[in-house]
């Protein structure tokens, strides 16, 4: 069985940073992909962020020259360091991992919150 535990949330001023972990456990294969997903609060869910087992990356234009996600496999780790935040990032963030040919998994969210 797969477990995320999400980390690093909280509540920041408009401009400031923050830094999400996701520590996954259990049986992850070398063919996956990691992403962080965030839902504001009357809104349906949205991806910000992914990275690959190969290192590829995608993000939301939303968040692209502010936010950087990057992995530690040896540790079984995703990150997302959040810079230049604004109240518009305020949200629940998810971990979420995807393994090969189709298992999806999600952590129980962390909350962000930007004020301004």
């Known amino acids: 069985q797969v477990q995320l535990v999400e980390s690093g949330g909280g509540l920041v001023q408009s401009g400031g940073s923050l830094k999400l972990s996701c520590a996954a456990s259990?049986?992850?294969?070398?063919?996956?992909?990691m992403g962080w997903y965030r839902q504001a609060s009357g809104k349906q869910r949205e991806l910000v962020a992914a990275?690959?087992?190969?290192?590829?990356?995608d993000y939301a234009d939303s968040v692209k020259g502010r936010f950087t996600i990057s992995r530690d496999k040896s540790k079984n780790t995703l990150y997302l360091q959040m810079n230049s935040l604004k109240p518009e990032d305020t949200a629940v963030y998810y971990c979420?991992?995807?393994?090969?040919?189709?298992?999806?998994?999600w952590g129980q969210g962390t909350q962000v919150t930007v004020s301004s």
């Open positions: 979420n991992l995807w393994i090969w040919p189709g298992a999806t998994y």
């Open positions: 259990g049986s992850i294969f070398s063919i996956n992909t």
């Open positions: 990275i690959t087992s190969g290192g590829s990356t």
